[in-house]
C-alpha cells in the first residue's frame, strides 16, 4: 500500500484517479482549495483519509500545505494534477499551474519515490524561449499550453536535480488528454478513462513505468514530448525564474 497525494481532486480526473488508486488498496489524500470543494472530495471518495485544503494560487498557502505533508510523510507519490485553464485574476493561472508545483516540490521532505505532473497535450504550442522563462513578469502571464509546458520541464528539472544527489525519486510527466471534464468540457472527444489509467499507472510506478523518469506519457504510454522540455539550460532559466518569484530554491 502506497500514500499517495493527489492535488485537485475534487472533481475531474484527479477525483476519478484518486478513487481508482483508493480502490487498489493504497492511503489517498485528496486536496481542495477550499472548504466546500473539500466536502464535495470527501463525498465522492469518502474512503480516502483526509482532505488537505489549499488555495495554490497562494505562495503562502502553498507553503503551509508543504509544511502539512511533511508532517504526515513520507510520501510514496504527489500527483500534481491541480490546474485551471484560465485564471480568476492576472497571474493566478502561472500560480496554480507552474509556481505551486514547483514550490511542493521544492519544499516536501524527505522526496517521494514518485513525482507525477500532469501536463497537457497543448504544451506542444507552448512558448518555451530563453527570452520568456528568464523574464518573471512574461512568465507571470503566462498561458495555459506555456504552464503545461513548464510542467514538464518542471518533471525533467527535478528528475536530473533528484539524481544527482542520489535520491531515487522519479519524475515524470503526462497529459490525460482532452477528456470531457470541467476543464476539457463536455465535448472532448476523449476517453477519461486513459487519463485515469495513466495516473494509476504513474504513481504506482509499476508495469511499464517501472524505473521510468524524465518522461512523458499520454494513454499509459511513453511519448516524445516538445523538445524544449529537455534543454537543461531553458530548465534552469525557469527554475532560476520561479525561485525568484516564490523565495523557494530547490533542495541542496
Given at each position: ?62 507553503k503551509a500545505l508543504a509544511t502539512q505533508l511533511n508532517g504526515l510523510g513520507p510520501w510514496d507519490a504527489i500527483v ?173
Amino acid at each position: 500500500m502506497a500514500k499517495i497525494l493527489v492535488t485537485g481532486s475534487s472533481d475531474g480526473v484527479g477525483a476519478l484517479a484518486a478513487k481508482a488508486l483508493v480502490g487498489r488498496g493504497h492511503s489517498v489524500y485528496l486536496h481542495a482549495r477550499n472548504a466546500q470543494r473539500a466536502s464535495d472530495a470527501r463525498a465522492a471518495c469518502p474512503q480516502a483519509q483526509d482532505v488537505l485544503i489549499a488555495d495554490l494560487s497562494s505562495i503562502e498557502e502553498t507553503k503551509a500545505l508543504a509544511t502539512q505533508l511533511n508532517g504526515l510523510g513520507p510520501w510514496d507519490a504527489i500527483v500534481h494534477n491541480a490546474g485551471v485553464m484560465r485564471g480568476s485574476k492576472e497571474g493566478t493561472l502561472f500560480a496554480v499551474n507552474t509556481l505551486a508545483p514547483y514550490i511542493l516540490t521544492c519544499l516536501v521532505q524527505p522526496p517521494p519515490q514518485r513525482y507525477l505532473f500532469v501536463s497537457s497535450e497543448l504544451h506542444t504550442s507552448g512558448d518555451g524561449s530563453a527570452a520568456t522563462l528568464g523574464d518573471v513578469d512574461a512568465l507571470k502571464g503566462c498561458g495555459y499550453r506555456d504552464s503545461k509546458l513548464h510542467d514538464v520541464m518542471l518533471a525533467n528539472y527535478f528528475s536530473r536535480l533528484f539524481r544527482g544527489k542520489g535520491f531515487g525519486t522519479e519524475c515524470n510527466s503526462a497529459t490525460p488528454g482532452w477528456v470531457p471534464t470541467k476543464l476539457g468540457g463536455s465535448g472532448a472527444p476523449g476517453n477519461i478513462n486513459d487519463g485515469v489509467d495513466t495516473y494509476v499507472l504513474l504513481a504506482e510506478g509499476k508495469g511499464a513505468a517501472e524505473g521510468k523518469t524524465a518522461t512523458y506519457w499520454h494513454s499509459s504510454r511513453q511519448r516524445e514530448p516538445k523538445a524544449e522540455a529537455g534543454d537543461e539550460g531553458r530548465q534552469n532559466l525557469l527554475i532560476e525564474s520561479l525561485a525568484k518569484i516564490s523565495g523557494v530554491s530547490p533542495p541542496e
